[in-house]
């Protein structure tokens, strides 16, 4: 089960500019391909545009920046080729594609498969169990059981909980102010759950303020207050509630599993139409229109004759380079340089998509 933002976002943000434009969607279906020749069956995931957590918390990934253009393109062309080599392509309205990972797995866990998730999404290790693995999609590592106990501290059926507790910046879920990542492992290894966590750290308050009413009526030393870190918690309930809610996966959408097992058949290698995007919002503008690049013949025919090339037989090897000035040679005289023609200025690009067409056809 392939989480297909998680493998495109790498690739996107990848700090390797020496690549061509287009090198993000090249990357990923690559990466897939790669994958399908190693698993005999391969289904892929997609996120919807918006999910339901938005309306659940109005600053769910406030923090990311919006996507341009040209980054919903690229992914529609990844997603139209994916389809035309035959992949399952999974999607739900409203929905991250960790919702279709979550119920795809359970779908194949009751049908008697294996599953292996790639993904870098640490939210899908929650699923890891005796017959589901996670493959890095960064560095290719598998990752059962005692894996993810060794990466987070704590086991799949907590990593929920430590997310809460820890938050995600990715997300933007804020977690408990000084609770860290071993902290976090170290709580819930003790108490077991977030809600154990709570009960712990009210317990601690309820008893404390007891001792300090008792000793102000006896007129002793107060107690300790409530440990700063134990505050945090409790500061933070309803912190905890909403992103438990966040993280949490939806395992009951429809999938039909038995389509990841049936053979994979390849669309016919033709000239096959080019990416129609699903919404509005995806498609570019009218005069957003990708001409195609005239080839070699017909460039040279638009050229005026004066500026078509010779053939290269026909130009002669360089002499002796001689700088020679004739006698009445005035710089003030010179001529100015001429004009571009306007031939020259119609093959420029108006738009990135143009451009993206243009520079592949160079």
Same mark, same amino acid.
């Given at each position: 089960?392939?989480?297909?933002?998680?493998?495109?976002?790498?690739?996107?943000?990848?700090?390797?500019?020496?690549?061509?434009?287009?090198?993000?969607?090249?990357?990923?279906?690559?990466?897939?391909?790669?994958?399908?020749?190693?698993?005999? $069956?391969?289904?892929?995931?997609?996120?919807?545009?918006?999910?339901?957590? $938005?309306?659940?918390?109005? *600053?769910?990934?406030?923090?990311? *920046?919006?996507?341009?253009?040209?980054?919903?393109?690229?992914?529609?062309?990844?997603?139209?080729?994916?389809?035309?080599?035959?992949?399952?392509?999974?999607? %739900?309205?409203?929905?991250?594609?960790?919702?279709?990972?979550?119920?795809?797995?359970?779908?194949?866990?009751?049908?008697?498969?294996?599953?292996?998730?790639?993904?870098?999404?640490?939210?899908?290790?929650?699923?890891?169990?005796?017959?589901?693995?996670?493959?890095?999609?960064?560095?290719?590592?598998?990752?059962?059981?005692?894996?993810?106990?060794?990466?987070?501290?704590?086991?799949?059926?907590?990593?929920?909980?430590?997310?809460?507790?820890?938050?995600?910046?990715?997300?933007?879920?804020?977690?408990?102010?000084?609770?860290?990542?071993?902290?976090?492992?170290?709580?819930?290894?003790?108490?077991?759950?977030? @809600?154990?966590?709570?009960?712990?750290?009210?317990?601690?308050?309820?008893?404390?303020?007891? *001792?300090?009413?008792?000793?102000?009526?006896?007129?002793?030393?107060?107690?300790?207050?409530?440990?700063?870190?134990?505050?945090?918690?409790?500061?933070?309930?309803?912190?905890?509630?909403? *992103?438990?809610?966040?993280?949490?996966?939806?395992?009951?959408? %429809?999938?039909?599993?038995?389509?990841?097992?049936?053979?994979?058949?390849?669309?016919?290698?033709?000239?096959?139409?080019?990416?129609?995007?699903?919404?509005?919002?995806?498609?570019?503008?009218?005069?957003?229109?990708?001409?195609?690049? @005239?080839?070699?013949?017909?460039?040279?025919?638009q050229q005026p004759a004066d500026m078509q090339r010779a053939p290269v037989d026909a130009v002669p090897e360089p002499a002796a380079m001689v700088v020679s000035k004739p006698a009445?040679?005035?710089?003030?005289?010179?001529?100015?340089?001429?004009?571009?023609?306007?031939?020259?200025?119609?093959?420029?690009?108006?738009?990135?998509?143009?451009?993206?067409?243009?520079?592949? $056809?160079?």
């Amino acid at each position: 089960l392939v989480d297909l933002s998680a493998i495109y976002a790498r690739n996107w943000h990848s700090p390797d500019r020496e690549e061509t434009a287009d090198a993000p969607q090249a990357r990923t279906v690559a990466k897939i391909r790669g994958l399908a020749r190693a698993y005999e $069956h391969v289904a892929i995931c997609v996120d919807d545009w918006r999910s339901f957590r $938005h309306d659940l918390f109005s *600053a769910y990934k406030a923090q990311r *920046a919006a996507k341009p253009p040209e980054y919903k393109v690229q992914l529609g062309n990844v997603i139209h080729m994916l389809g035309l080599d035959g992949f399952p392509l999974w999607k %739900h309205a409203n929905h991250e594609a960790d919702d279709v990972i979550a119920s795809a797995t359970r779908a194949a866990l009751e049908a008697g498969h294996k599953v292996t998730i790639a993904t870098g999404d640490k939210d899908l290790f929650q699923l890891v169990g005796p017959s589901v693995c996670v493959l890095s999609t960064s560095t290719d590592a598998i990752f059962g059981v005692e894996e993810t106990r060794a990466k987070y501290g704590v086991g799949p059926e907590q990593i929920g909980d430590w997310i809460a507790l820890v938050g995600d910046s990715s997300d933007n879920i804020p977690g408990v102010p000084g609770v860290g990542a071993k902290r976090a492992a170290e709580l819930l290894t003790e108490h077991g759950s977030v @809600p154990l966590i709570l009960a712990w750290a009210r317990a601690m308050a309820v008893e404390i303020d007891e *001792a300090t009413e008792t000793a102000k009526e006896a007129g002793a030393k107060a107690p300790a207050p409530l440990p700063k870190m134990w505050a945090s918690v409790l500061a933070s309930q309803d912190v905890l509630a909403m *992103a438990q809610r966040l993280v949490a996966l939806k395992s009951d959408l %429809h999938v039909d599993i038995a389509e990841a097992l049936r053979p994979r058949v390849a669309a016919p290698i033709t000239k096959a139409g080019t990416y129609e995007p699903e919404n509005d919002e995806d498609k570019m503008s009218e005069n957003e229109s990708i001409p195609q690049a @005239p080839d070699s013949e017909e460039r040279a025919a638009q050229q005026p004759a004066d500026m078509q090339r010779a053939p290269v037989d026909a130009v002669p090897e360089p002499a002796a380079m001689v700088v020679s000035k004739p006698a009445d040679y005035e710089p003030s005289k010179a001529a100015a340089p001429l004009a571009p023609p306007a031939w020259d200025m119609s093959l420029e690009p108006t738009s990135l998509p143009q451009a993206l067409v243009t520079a592949g $056809h160079l």
